[in-house]
T-cell receptor, first 119, second 112 residues
Framework: GAVVSQHPSWVICKSGTSVKIECRSLDFQATTMFWYRQFPKQSLMLMATSNEGSKATYEQGVEKDKFLINHASLTLSTLTVTSAHPEDSSFYIC???????????????FGQGTRLTVV | GESVGLHLPTLSVQEGDNSIINCAYSNSASDYFIWYKQESGKGPQFIIDIRSNMDKRQGQRVTVLLNKTVKHLSLQIAATQPGDSAVYFCAEKETGANNLFFGTGTRLTVIP
């Protein structure tokens, strides 16, 4: 099946610095990717939809200047947490669907997730 | 399991028994549903999906039931095994949209 790779799997950074997380679709082209955030013992919360070649669509309450999304190619989307603070510590997960070949009513493939800890 | 607040509900079953995990959704415009399994520190794994024009779908050891009248989805796991221990999420997609929204989740613990 299709694979989505996310990197890094974990990162520790100092408060005030920025962190970039990469999400790659390995064997299919993803015009759209999705970024989720998950706090311990809670569900996945959709943060934004990343669109190749255009601006991302952010969910209500998600600061677009805080969480910068770039989807420069059909296989790569990046999420940059800018000026990170301890409250940004969370598990960030990306997903993609092979919309081109399989359409919208198909499973979404998820990356391995990135554990961000801001100290 | 019923969802209560922000904390994951839990379900404990004996190895070999059947498990039933429930999910309520609120969007009547949802036309596609997926069950995912998430192990600690990992991304969700696809288990089974169902479209809104169906009310039942079976996979290997798993069955998903969809009741659109009461907006309820369930996942049945037959002969539950220790490897089934994980958090299970239902996810829904609205007609015409591409993004998935996740339910609260249920933590399944299989007792050997």
């Amino acid at each position: 099946g299709a694979v989505v790779s996310q990197h890094p799997s974990w990162v520790i950074c100092k408060s005030g610095t920025s962190v970039k997380i990469e999400c790659r679709s390995l064997d299919f082209q993803a015009t759209t990717m999705f970024w989720y955030r998950q706090f311990p013992k809670q569900s996945l919360m959709l943060m934004a939809t990343s669109n190749e070649g255009s601006k991302a669509t952010y969910e209500q309450g998600v600061e677009k200047d805080k969480f910068l999304i770039n989807h420069a190619s059909l296989t790569l989307s990046t999420l940059t947490v800018t000026s990170a603070h301890p409250e940004d510590s969370s598990f960030y997960i990306c997903s993609a669907r092979d919309l081109i070949r399989q359409g919208a009513n198909t499973e979404a493939f998820f990356g391995q997730g990135t554990r961000l800890t801001v100290v | 399991g019923e969802s209560v607040g922000l904390h994951l509900p839990t379900l404990s079953v004996q190895e070999g028994d059947n498990s039933i995990i429930n999910c309520a959704y609120s969007n009547s415009a949802s036309d596609y549903f997926i069950w995912y399994k998430q192990e600690s520190g990992k991304g969700p794994q696809f288990i089974i999906d169902i479209r809104s024009n169906m009310d039942k779908r079976q996979g290997q050891r798993v069955t998903v039931l969809l009741n659109k009248t009461v907006k309820h989805l369930s996942l049945q796991i037959a002969a539950t095994q220790p490897g089934d221990s994980a958090v299970y999420f239902c996810a829904e997609k609205e007609t015409g949209a591409n993004n998935l929204f996740f339910g609260t989740g249920t933590r399944l613990t299989v007792i050997p």
